[in-house]
């Protein structure tokens, strides 16, 4: 017989994996949370749980908590990172996400929910904010949180917390490109395979933007480029190097990367790159290509 109190604790495990994901871009860090959340609820006592009136939003509060702390401190873990950093990059087939190399079968409440707010050109701006700015913008326009809720989670009033999210808001508005079909995103980014692929310059150039930008992100245990490459030409001529010094043994597969299109790497079947793409109308406007072995064990195992 199933403890009602113990599944509707463990129903909350999705949402809290979905939060912190948002918030630290990194499925890892974000299982690390809501691990240490769940194991602050059990070294309470039976009459202390009791006593909490939502386990739900107690739940919310602490892993949100955990989240500012662990983002005020990244920032200081990302200033001894070698090269860029970039947030791990998520596949579509989602049941893979918490297998890890361990070959445990991955548990369903693991499941990050594919939207809008966790598309890599979405994340990358979240990077730039301030950890309350983060926290305060993602509590209340992606999941709903009231600002007063918000308030008590980051030791802000409820206005302070609503200007923040406010000055979110418009990095995100100024930072997004004009909507572009998905049908046409996934268009342009088989163009670009297929003119990577045969090692064509000038048919990457006519595919990238004259101002675009790829960063790749090694982390100092993958061949990257340790500052962004910049202009269409540029980047255009530095993949064609890529492709004619790299072995002849890596397969470029199409796949969806954070819920948009995007392309995988793989050499003998491991997945040594993923690639995300940031599309307006037919050109592309910025690639991040995660190399970093350790951000790409989500993907091990996948066909």
Same mark, same amino acid.
């Given at each position: 017989?199933?403890?009602?109190?113990?599944?509707?604790?463990?129903?909350?495990?999705?949402?809290?994996?979905?939060?912190?994901?948002?918030?630290?871009?990194?499925?890892?860090?974000?299982?690390?949370?809501?691990?240490?959340?769940?194991?602050?609820?059990?070294?309470?006592?039976?009459?202390?749980?009791?006593?909490?009136? /939502?386990?739900? @939003?107690?739940? +919310?509060?602490?892993?949100?908590?955990? %989240?500012?702390? &662990?983002?005020? !401190? $990244? =920032?200081? #873990?990302?200033?001894?990172?070698?090269?860029?950093?970039?947030?791990?990059?998520?596949?579509?087939?989602?049941?893979?996400?918490?297998?890890?190399?361990?070959?445990?079968?991955?548990?369903?409440?693991?499941?990050?929910?594919?939207?809008?707010?966790?598309?890599?050109?979405?994340?990358?701006?979240?990077?730039?904010?301030?950890?309350?700015?983060?926290?305060?913008?993602?509590?209340?326009?992606?999941?709903?949180?009231?600002? /007063?809720?918000? @308030?008590?989670? +980051?030791?802000?009033?409820?206005?302070? %917390?609503?200007? &923040?999210?406010? !000055? $979110? =808001?418009? #990095?995100?508005?100024?930072?997004?490109?004009?909507?572009?079909?998905?049908?046409?995103?996934?268009?342009?980014?088989?163009?670009?395979?297929?003119?990577?692929?045969?090692?064509?310059?000038?048919?990457?150039?006519?595919?990238?933007?004259?101002?675009?930008?790829?960063?790749?992100?090694?982390?100092?245990?993958?061949?990257?480029?340790?500052?962004?490459?910049?202009?269409?030409?540029?980047?255009?001529?530095?993949?064609?190097?890529?492709?004619?010094?790299?072995?002849?043994?890596?397969?470029?597969?199409?796949?969806?990367?954070?819920?948009?299109?995007?392309?995988?790497?793989?050499?003998?079947?491991?997945?040594?790159?993923?690639?995300?793409?940031?599309?307006?109308?037919?050109?592309?406007?910025?690639?991040?290509?995660?190399?970093?072995?350790?951000?790409?064990?989500?993907?091990?195992?996948?066909?």
């Amino acid at each position: 017989m199933t403890d009602p109190g113990l599944d509707a604790i463990m129903s909350e495990r999705r949402r809290l994996i979905n939060l912190g994901y948002r918030l630290l871009g990194s499925l890892a860090d974000a299982e690390d949370v809501v691990q240490e959340t769940y194991a602050r609820w059990y070294a309470m006592s039976p009459e202390q749980q009791d006593a909490i009136e /939502t386990p739900g @939003a107690w739940l +919310t509060t602490v892993a949100s908590r955990i %989240c500012l702390d &662990l983002l005020g !401190s $990244a =920032r200081a #873990r990302r200033e001894r990172y070698v090269g860029e950093w970039i947030p791990e990059p998520l596949p579509d087939r989602t049941e893979w996400i918490s297998a890890r190399s361990s070959g445990t079968p991955a548990d369903p409440a693991d499941r990050i929910t594919l939207d809008e707010s966790i598309n890599m050109a979405f994340l990358v701006v979240l990077e730039s904010m301030t950890p309350a700015q983060r926290v305060a913008f993602i509590l209340h326009d992606v999941f709903r949180y009231p600002f /007063t809720d918000i @308030a008590e989670i +980051t030791g802000r009033t409820p206005a302070a %917390c609503r200007q &923040l999210a406010t !000055s $979110a =808001r418009r #990095r995100i508005q100024a930072a997004q490109a004009p909507t572009t079909p998905a049908v046409q995103r996934a268009d342009v980014v088989r163009a670009f395979k297929q003119a990577w692929e045969a090692k064509d310059i000038d048919a990457l150039i006519n595919l990238l933007d004259p101002d675009a930008t790829a960063t790749g992100d090694g982390g100092g245990l993958a061949g990257a480029s340790l500052h962004p490459v910049e202009g269409g030409e540029q980047i255009a001529r530095y993949l064609v190097g890529l492709a004619n010094r790299g072995p002849d043994n890596v397969t470029i597969l199409e796949r969806t990367v954070n819920g948009q299109p995007g392309l995988v790497a793989q050499q003998e079947g491991v997945t040594i790159g993923v690639l995300a793409f940031d599309v307006a109308a037919d050109r592309i406007k910025h690639i991040w290509a995660v190399l970093n072995p350790e951000k790409l064990r989500p993907w091990t195992g996948m066909p």
